[in-house]
């Protein structure tokens, strides 16, 4: 997707304002880092790389019957396969 943003200033600094359509196809979210480079009269912007550390309980805490991933069948076995 393309489009075109106007620059606003922003505290001391400029800012850009993300259409919806660009946040949620690359799941971006308020708070997130974001490493920025200039590339000839380009801009290239991609998610920082962060030190996270994941814990398990958490994780599987956040697994409600809304987000479940269901059963999948793939039908019998046609070889050798031991389930």
């Keep these: 997707m393309e489009a075109t943003i106007k620059i606003q200033k922003l505290g001391g600094g400029l800012g850009i304002n993300f259409p919806s359509a660009i946040v ?43 987000n479940i991933h269901h059963c999948v069948e793939t039908g019998a076995p046609v070889g050798n396969e031991i389930w």
């Design 24 to 66: 949620n196809g690359l799941s971006l979210r308020d708070g997130l880092y974001v490493n920025v480079r200039e590339d000839g009269n380009r801009i290239i912007i991609h998610p920082a790389r962060q030190n996270v550390s994941y814990d398990l309980a958490s994780m599987l805490n956040e697994i409600t019957d809304k």
